[in-house]
C-alpha cells in the first residue's frame, strides 16, 4: 500500500528515480505586497504548479473596487488575475482550477457570464461558494491554479 501512494505522490509532485531534492517550492510577492507585510504570497510555484491567491475586483494599484456591481468587479477580478499569471510567466490558457466566493449567490449567473468569456476554449474545473464578508466588501474573489509548462 505504501508503495502505491509514493506512485501516486510522485504523479503529483513529479519525483524522480534518484535521491535529488523535490520540486522547489517559491512563495512570491509584488514589492507593494512585501511593503504591506499582507499575512500571504501573492502566489506560490509548487513544482509545475501556480497556486494564485484569491483576487478581488479592486482597481490596480488602490483599495477601490472596479464600479459596475458583481460583472464589473468580475472583469477587474478576471483582469487582475491574468496580470498575477502574466507577472509569474504563465497565463489563463494553463489555469486548471478556478475557485470562486460570491457574496451573494444569487448573482451567480451575472458573474458566469463575464467569467467565461475569459476562458473561451479550456474551462477550468471549478468550485463555488457563498462567502461573507470578501475582502473590501467585494462581490466576488476568485482564486486560481496553474499547470506550467
Not at 496580470?83 to 458566469?112: H, I, P
Not at 474551462?123 to 482564486?143: C, D, F, H, M, Q
Request: proline share 5%.
Amino acid at each position: 500500500m505504501r508503495k502505491y501512494l509514493l506512485i501516486v505522490l510522485c504523479l503529483v509532485v513529479g519525483c524522480t528515480t534518484t535521491n535529488a531534492p523535490g520540486p522547489r517550492t517559491e512563495f512570491l510577492s509584488t514589492p507593494e505586497m512585501k511593503a504591506a507585510n499582507l499575512p500571504f504570497s501573492d502566489a506560490v510555484r509548487a513544482g509545475k504548479l501556480l497556486f494564485l491567491s484569491g483576487k478581488i475586483g479592486n482597481v490596480p494599484g488602490t483599495m477601490a473596487l472596479a464600479p459596475g456591481g458583481i460583472q464589473g468587479e468580475t472583469r477587474q477580478t478576471m483582469e487582475n488575475i491574468r496580470a498575477a499569471l502574466q507577472r509569474y510567466d504563465a497565463s489563463l490558457d494553463q489555469v486548471v482550477k478556478c475557485t470562486v466566493f460570491l457574496a451573494d449567490m444569487a448573482e451567480w449567473g451575472k458573474m458566469n457570464a463575464v467569467y467565461t468569456e475569459f476562458f473561451p476554449t479550456n474551462k477550468p474545473a471549478r468550485s463555488a461558494l457563498g462567502a461573507s464578508g470578501l475582502a473590501l466588501n467585494a462581490r466576488v474573489e476568485i482564486e486560481c491554479i496553474a499547470a506550467l509548462h
